[in-house]
């Protein structure tokens, strides 16, 4: 006789396979309207947002490799929506900041993406949408409160 996995598995299974089916539509969707390779990109843009940030630490904050974050920004600064320059007290540091068109750039790609989302979830009824995302918000502050990799 086989386990019927517990209430939190069944959830863990259920995130497993919703999330990366969700993060592919979408990047498929930004892929096709604005040539943004994928929604990590659109994390970088969100992460350099607020304030300038040294790209070491952007690499680490994002945990991503220094190669790549470095590609990552090379790409975003021949698009003209991020700047790049050495940190005047440590010559070896460089800091980046998104340009007002970069900024443009991130807002412009949320409005996509939340319209996008608005489409596809138009079978459900205002009481399902509700609901779900209620559920979500609960899923939201459980995993703000976690430290990454925890």
Not at 22 to 45: D, M, W
Request: aromatic share 4%; proline share 6%; net charge positive.
């Amino acid at each position: 006789m086989r386990d019927t996995p517990n209430s939190r598995t069944l959830l863990a299974q259920k995130l497993v396979r919703l999330l990366p089916l969700v993060l592919r539509s979408i990047a498929s969707h930004l892929r096709e309207r604005h040539g943004i390779l994928s929604p990590g990109h659109i994390g970088v843009l969100k992460v350099l947002h607020n304030n300038p940030c040294h790209l070491g630490r952007l690499a680490q904050q994002l945990e991503v490799s220094a190669p790549t974050i470095s590609n990552t920004i090379s790409m975003f600064v021949e698009r003209g929506w991020v700047r790049r320059w050495r940190d005047p007290s440590d010559r070896r540091r460089v800091l980046v900041e998104l340009t007002d068109e970069g900024k443009a750039t991130l807002c412009e790609l949320s409005q996509t993406a939340e319209e996008y989302l608005v489409e596809i979830l138009s079978p459900l009824s205002e009481r399902d949408c509700l609901q779900v995302a209620n559920d979500l918000e609960l899923l939201e502050r459980i995993f703000q409160k976690r430290p990454p990799h925890s």
